[in-house]
């Protein structure tokens, strides 16, 4: 079983993620909003990357594999 995220699930995510964020920061740290969001997202991305370590199964970086993809033709080169 693979888990599919189209496109409107991944920027559903992102709007849920920035406004839970910006909440966060209001209510308990009060950074300014630009640098609160950036941190905060600076910190969950770091959390993904450590998740993604640690849970067994396939990662990120083993279905890339070593395939570099040109931004023109999309393929690998």
Do not use: K, Q
């Amino acid at each position: 079983m693979s888990l599919v995220i189209t496109p409107f699930d991944a920027a559903a995510i992102m709007i849920v993620l920035a406004a839970a964020l910006g909440y966060i920061n209001h209510r308990f740290i009060g950074l300014p909003t630009s640098i609160g969001l950036t941190i905060m997202g600076a910190v969950a991305s770091l959390l993904v990357v450590a998740l993604d370590h640690l849970l067994s199964g396939p990662s990120v970086a083993d279905e890339r594999g070593s395939c570099i993809c040109s931004p023109i033709t999309l393929s690998c080169s």
